[in-house]
């Protein structure tokens, strides 16, 4: 059954909506070629054993997915029969545990979890006709994962390989106050002109996300690192010597890169404890500046270029708007005043209280986190640079 690990199949890589682009760099960079890109996702061709590169190396992914079989489906019962012909005793362990996932959209299903239900009911009918046992099965993602993808007339079923997300890197101990979710904030600094040598200030840092996945991809640390359970570990045929292989590749590619500044401020003393937690779980605290105050009272290096990157609150919640305003203008004084000869990027939800940082965007990078149109403004400090509208 190793064999089915080196069989070549189509690979869906899943992200967050507009976190692709991305995603097709990190993918191209690990040497794959991406058959095409779509809004939540990368498709490529590849193996089991690509897929567990893939699961170690990749920052802005959310799952994996290794297709076992198209199909046209018109209702639950031929979905059933379909799934009920393939050799899930050659898959999945008699005496395992397996999880089913599902995204229907198909007029006979009402809920997705009468999909998930047929689905397993196939799998498991066909072990215990085929092996007199079947396996347990349940909503835990920590075992084998089955997901059926199904629009209309069509469905693909796969395989995650992932399991747990992706998203989620696994060394943010303690979240702290409305956390940027870890692929987000990767993806938003592949978005930056960052050249990972450069100093990286950022203010306002809340529990650090950004400024630790700074650390991490200026040094090349994988979130591979900080994670040692997948999906695929519990397919039947996975070979423990390829996860050691690329799991060691990932301490071999790691730099140290020299005099590496990355500086992170905030004005809360919770913040910076949390900061330091986390930073310290994903090993490299020893990068990080982290300072206590105002953010206008970080230290910004002169006579160097680099960047500067603020997530201020949006200010979602009625009334507070207002009080945010003067803050934004603030922040446009701060890079006009502190940051000049680097490049600033602010990320936010509130285009309205972007005007009031009082400097031209020279690009607006459109992303989405939670159920928020955000955008990630670029500009280029210049000395003397002019008020003006946004």
């Known amino acids: 059954m190793t064999q089915f690990f080196s069989s070549s199949s189509r690979i869906i890589i899943t992200c967050n909506k507009r976190l692709s ?3 097709q760099q990190e993918v191209e960079e690990l040497g794959f070629t991406p058959v095409r890109t779509f809004s939540t996702g990368v498709e490529l061709k590849g193996t089991l054993n690509d897929c567990i590169k893939l699961n170690l190396q990749l920052r802005c992914a959310s799952q994996v997915l290794y297709s076992l079989k ?21 898959i999945i362990a008699s005496d395992g545990y397996f999880s089913v996932t599902s995204n229907v959209d198909h007029p006979s299903i009402r809920t997705s979890l009468f999909a998930n239900v047929k689905v397993k009911d196939a799998i498991v009918d066909r072990m215990r006709d085929k092996t007199g046992s079947r396996p347990n099965s349940g909503p835990e993602l920590d075992k084998t994962v089955i997901h059926l993808f199904w629009r209309e007339a069509l469905a693909e079923l796969f395989i995650d390989t992932s399991g747990e997300t992706l998203a989620k890197h696994g060394y943010r101990k303690i979240p702290g106050k409305a956390p940027m979710l870890e692929a987000l904030a990767a993806a938003t ?31 090349n640390r994988r979130p591979g690192l900080f994670r040692d359970n997948y999906a695929f570990m519990h397919i039947i045929g996975y070979d423990k010597g390829v996860y050691d292989h690329e799991r060691q590749l990932l301490f071999t590619q790691i730099k140290e890169v020299a005099g590496l500044t990355i500086i992170a401020s905030d004005i809360s003393a919770d913040a910076i404890n949390i900061s330091k937690i986390n930073a310290a779980a994903a090993g490299v605290e020893h990068f990080i500046n982290f300072q206590l105050g105002d953010f206008e009272a970080t230290e910004v ?5 680099g960047v500067v990157f603020l997530n201020p609150e949006y200010g979602e919640r009625l ?14 004084d701060f890079l006009k005043k502190k940051c000049k000869g680097y490049t600033g990027y602010i990320f936010t939800g509130n285009l309205e209280l972007a005007k009031k940082i009082g400097l031209k965007a020279k690009r607006r990078l459109e992303f989405y986190t939670s159920k928020i149109d955000c955008r990630l403004l670029e500009y280029e400090l210049y000395s003397g640079t002019r008020r003006t509208d946004l």
């Open 21 to 23: 682009p991305y995603l």
């Open 70 to 90: 198209e199909f046209e489906a018109n209702g639950p019962d031929d979905v059933y029969k379909e799934l009920s012909a393939i050799e899930w005793e050659r």
């Open 189 to 219: 600094l592949l978005a930056t002109k960052w050249d990972r040598v450069s100093p990286f200030i950022n203010p306002m840092c809340g529990s650090s996300t950004i400024a630790i996945e700074a650390a991490l991809i200026a040094t």
């Open 301 to 305: 290096p002169e006579s160097v270029s």
């Open 319 to 332: 009334g507070v708007e207002t009080e945010l305003e003067e803050t934004y203008a603030r922040i446009g």
